[in-house]
């Protein structure tokens, strides 16, 4: 039997997905080991392979087929435009991307005055700004931290995803505008559905069952 491999985005998504395949018996108790280097574990028994690799690059190992499936988040999937089926929300690591800033920049947000917007995204910060707000920004491209940027006078405002908000808040920040609902995804390489049909279709379709009961 082929290996179906399955990349994950390593970190909390990835254990919480390993949980949901624990509840259909798909285990790795190797992925268990927090002292463990190891980046691939395999389930030999299913014939499932999976490995954790950064967020930014599980739609490319997807869509190079170097991965059948990929758990990433929404924003990771908007982000790098690859080319593959989304096919599962699993309703995990909710969060939406917003721009936020200080509540001074509000007024500098709908004025035609420059402006410079720190992201980590700065595909869907250029699309938003150009293509829905029609404006015109400089988009500056940070790695992290991104809070940062407003209060040391980088930039005015910044995209980015916010889940609690409590990063914003403590930085005294705030959300000045929200644009899109993010979470989880199941991505799968366009050929690998064809060929792997059933075992996919069926993977899809127990996960969605757990997931629907987890939300119950
Ligand atoms: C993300 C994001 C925010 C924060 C939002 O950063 O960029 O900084 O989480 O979460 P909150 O609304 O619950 O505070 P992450 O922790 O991924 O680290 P990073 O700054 O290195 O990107």
Redesign the pocket.
């Known amino acids: 039997m082929r290996y179906i491999t399955i990349a994950l985005a390593k970190g909390r998504l990835a254990k919480q997905t390993m949980e949901i395949l624990k509840k259909l018996g798909i285990i790795c108790p190797e992925m268990e080991d927090k002292d463990s280097r190891k980046l691939i574990f395999t389930n030999e028994e299913l014939g499932f392979r999976f490995f954790l690799a950064k967020a930014n690059d599980v739609p490319t190992y997807v869509e190079y087929g170097a991965a059948d499936i990929g758990i990433v988040g929404k924003d990771t999937i908007v982000e790098e435009a690859r080319s593959l089926y989304e096919v599962l929300d699993l309703n995990l690591g909710k969060c939406r991307m917003c721009v936020a800033g200080p509540e001074s920049a509000r007024a500098l947000l709908d004025s035609s005055l420059p402006l410079r917007v720190a992201t ?1 995204y700065p595909k869907i910060a250029k699309d938003y700004f150009y293509n829905v707000r029609h404006q015109s920004v400089e988009i500056i491209k940070l790695n ?4 940062l940027a407003p209060i040391v006078g980088l930039a005015e405002v910044i995209v ?9 808040r403590e930085n005294g920040l705030k959300v000045l505008e929200e644009f899109m609902p993010l979470s989880a995804r199941m991505v799968v390489n366009r050929v690998s559905l064809k060929m792997e049909q059933e075992r996919i279709r069926k993977l899809i379709a127990d996960m969605r069952e757990v997931i629907e009961q987890k939300d119950a």
Do not use: F, H, N, R
């Open positions: 980590k992290g931290s991104i809070e980015d995803i916010v889940e609690t908000g409590s990063t914003l």
